[in-house]
């Protein structure tokens, strides 16, 4: 029974491999981490490991947590600004070209129905 379960595992284990693959492109067969852990010999080893990772994770986060910190405001402020530009987008009439697009249709300065090749092409 053993063998039976310890087969039924392992192709289970490669399918999800193999879709992990195709899905991310990335290997975890050949990830650096993947042969650290093919040395691991105790649970103390694997605790080790994770720690390292752990600890690698929060250095990494931290290092660019004054860049976060600093660019906030700024999108804080984009962010309200853009809701204004929202709520403001259906009065606002858009240049172009001399014409302008208005309720999704563009009107040509001359009355002209755009075309591909000339003033502007919309589907």
Not at 13 to 37: N, R, S, V
Request: glycine fraction near 8%; charge should be neutral; hydrophobic fraction near 35%.
């Amino acid at each position: 029974m053993s063998l039976t379960t310890s087969c039924s595992f392992q192709s289970i284990f490669d399918a999800a491999l193999e879709g992990y693959t195709k899905q991310t492109g990335i290997d975890l067969t050949k990830h650096p981490t993947a042969y650290k852990i093919q040395n691991c010999h105790s649970p103390e080893d694997v605790i080790q490991l994770l720690l390292e990772r752990e600890s690698a994770f929060k250095d990494y986060r931290d290092k660019y947590r004054k860049l976060v910190d600093c660019i906030r405001p700024v999108v804080q402020v984009v962010h309200a600004f853009s809701g204004v530009l929202g709520e403001t987008s259906g009065i606002v009439l858009v240049s172009l070209r001399g014409g302008f697009l208005s309720d999704h249709a563009f009107i040509s300065p001359t009355g002209a129905i755009p075309t591909c090749k000339g003033d502007m092409c919309l589907r």
